[in-house]
């Protein structure tokens, strides 16, 4: 039987990157990533759960997100689960952590920097033929059709 471990998660930054360097020199950031839910229950009341996830970021893009991105700031994460495990030092037991290793990172919009590149740019937009009826954003990925 086969495996597919993917995963594509868009959230807020929960501090800052932290950047190090591998003994051979290899760029790795740590990341830390909230992933927001709201939905409503049975009797129409707003429910919000928050989930915090542990991104670790390699190469280029840790360099990357170390240098442009911040606390709050959104990204999204494409990569795979990875499942971490050591011994405590004051309990001995074993203990585990899963997390996300980055295959490729998107710096997305913040609210402000959106509105304000949007009305910015909108004109210069609406004049170029190729965009005219377009409904790509800022902060959005496109595959080829």
């Known amino acids: ?29 740590e990341l830390g990533l909230a992933l927001n839910r709201v939905w409503n229950n049975e009797s129409g009341q707003r429910q919000e759960e928050t989930t915090f996830v542990d991104v670790t970021v390699w190469g280029r893009n840790a360099e990357n997100a170390a240098q442009y991105l911040q606390k709050g700031r959104s990204v999204l994460i494409e990569g795979r689960l990875q499942l971490e495990t050591w011994q405590d030092k004051q309990s001995g037991q074993e203990r585990s952590k899963l997390k996300v290793v980055a295959d490729a990172i998107q710096f997305l919009s913040s609210g402000q920097e959106s509105t304000a590149a949007s009305s910015q740019d909108s004109n210069r937009r609406e004049n170029r033929p190729e965009d005219r009826g377009s409904d790509r954003r800022p902060g959005r990925r496109y595959e080829a059709a």
């Not at 495996?3 to 501090?15: A, D, E, H, P």
């Open 1 to 29: 039987m086969s495996s597919f471990n993917r995963v594509t998660l868009i959230g807020n930054l929960t501090r800052n990157p932290e950047l190090r360097k591998t003994k051979t020199g290899a760029a790795v950031a």
